[in-house]
């Protein structure tokens, strides 16, 4: 069945009790190093099927402008080799619906490693990089076609951002094909509304060796 692709966010208005998903054994995390740019476009790139072509321009786009951040806030899975096979990046909107927030973007992980569980190690640290960064919240924009990313956000406590009837219609149009039901108010309510966090679950801890973050470097405000 083919699933209308409509634009959406989701939102998590807290950062605590984070899931905390390890590192599978033969796998290595590491944050941007200069020259990773070629990495993230190839890594996107080959993930994404819903864009395509591909941009060439989708880094220099959306993170040039703040490539001092890079290093602190995007994060690459390796696999036993040293090979960049996926990738996430804490990064921030600093006036999402009026508030500053943390934004979770591009995750993406190479076809041939999809369905193995290595997104959700990367969603922890990235999600971890946020609050030691001092973000308080969080919100991510994805769209309802993108199935396995919708779980993956609603395992990770993010919920659908209804701001509009759109929203709403989107989301019960996804509702059902979803691990977690979504829990959708009946009717729009006039404002943005989070519909109840679920899908959250205990893990055991990770981290990247030797890598401790300075909250003071990461973007202006912070
Ligand atoms: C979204 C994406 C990053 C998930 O990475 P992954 O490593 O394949 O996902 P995982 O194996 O870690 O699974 C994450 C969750 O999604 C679910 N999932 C994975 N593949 C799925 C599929 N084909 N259908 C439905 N659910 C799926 C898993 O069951 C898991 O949920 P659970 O913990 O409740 O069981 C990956 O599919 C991808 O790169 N997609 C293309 C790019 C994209 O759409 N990125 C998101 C942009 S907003």
């Given amino acids: 069945m083919e699933i209308e ?3 959406v966010n989701m939102v998590r208005e ?12 033969g796998f290595s995390a590491r944050w941007f190093r200069p020259g990773d740019e070629a990495l993230w476009q190839r890594i ?3 993930a994404e099927k819903l864009i395509t072509p591909f941009p060439a321009d989708v880094f220099q786009k959306e993170f040039a402008p703040r490539a001092d951040a890079l290093p602190q806030r995007q994060c690459f899975l390796c696999d036993a080799r ?17 508030k500053p927030y943390g934004r979770i973007h591009w995750v993406a992980v190479i076809p041939e490693m999809q369905g193995r569980g290595l997104s959700k190690p990367l969603m922890s640290i990235v999600c971890k990089r946020l609050r030691e960064l001092g973000h308080e919240r969080a919100y991510l924009a994805t769209s309802t076609a993108r199935i396995p ?14 701001a509009s ?8 149009k996804v509702d059902g094909l979803l691990k977690t039901p979504l829990d959708l108010p009946i009717a ?12 959250l679950a205990a893990s055991p801890a990770l981290g990247i060796p030797g890598d401790e973050p300075t909250p003071s470097n990461g973007q202006g405000r912070l």
Avoid at 83 to 97: L, M, P, Q, V, Y
Avoid at 165 to 172: S, T, V
């Fill in 5 to 7: 692709n409509v634009g």
């Fill in 14 to 25: 807290d950062l605590e009790n984070l899931p905390d998903y390890p590192i599978p054994p």
């Fill in 44 to 46: 996107v790139g080959l």
């Fill in 82 to 98: 040293g090979e960049g096979i996926a990738t996430a990046t804490a990064w921030f909107d600093d006036n999402h619906r009026g």
């Fill in 149 to 162: 990313a919708l779980n993956l956000y609603l395992r990770f406590g993010f919920a659908p951002e209804i």
């Fill in 165 to 172: 009837n759109e929203d709403l219609a989107a989301w019960r």
């Fill in 188 to 199: 729009f309510q006039g404002g943005p509304v989070q519909t109840k966090r679920s899908g």
